[in-house]
């Protein structure tokens, strides 16, 4: 059955995007790391071309939030492990600084950038952030399933064991 649980509120609201965002992108780094332990301890060559996609997206994606001009960016380059672990910390930082230092309001910011096609677009941090998410854990699983493919254990990464792990920490 269902059981009630008494929800942190404020102002009323159960939880407010900018605090979603940022325990998601908690979340996010956490399953990123997971994802760079499992790849570098296999010889899944895709997996780890997965791997450096999603991360090099996210990076230029953080930069979009600034308005970069993407055009002919190459969103599938080579990376060492080490390369990848660096990136992925580096990365977390930057979104967590961000996510620490904005409120709702911040969220409906918009920002014009240009796609690697050299295409002007404009969205909202909201939008762009929430994509972020979603284009690595899209990633993340299509690195799970390669592994497994490939005769390797894949990382731990569902969310309910991020909660398990980390809920009361």
């Known amino acids: ?3 009630r649980r008494s929800e942190k509120t404020r102002g009323g ?13 908690a979340y996010n780094d956490w399953a990123n790391r997971r994802s760079i332990v499992a790849v570098r301890s296999s ?28 055009t002919g960016f190459d969103f599938w380059p080579k990376l060492s492990i080490e390369e990848c672990g660096t990136l992925a910390r580096e990365t977390a930082e930057q979104f967590e600084k961000l996510l620490r230092r904005f409120d709702e309001d911040g969220l409906t910011l918009t920002t ?12 909202t941090f909201r939008e762009i952030l929430t994509h ?3 284009h690595s854990s899209i990633h993340r699983g299509n690195i799970v399933l390669k592994l497994r ?6 990382p731990k990464i569902d969310y309910m064991i991020y909660l398990r792990e980390t809920k009361y920490i």
């Open 13 to 25: 609201r159960l939880m407010y995007t900018v605090e979603h965002l940022r325990h998601l992108f």
């Open 149 to 154: 493919e490939d005769g390797f254990e894949p």
């Open 43 to 70: 010889n899944s060559e895709r997996s780890h071309q997965i791997l450096a996609h999603l991360l090099i997206t996210e990076k230029e994606y953080y930069e979009r939030l600034y308005g970069k001009d993407s």
């Open 112 to 123: 014009r950038y240009k796609t690697s096609e050299g295409l002007d677009h404009e969205n």
């Open 1 to 3: 059955g269902f059981i």
């Open 132 to 134: 972020i998410l979603f």
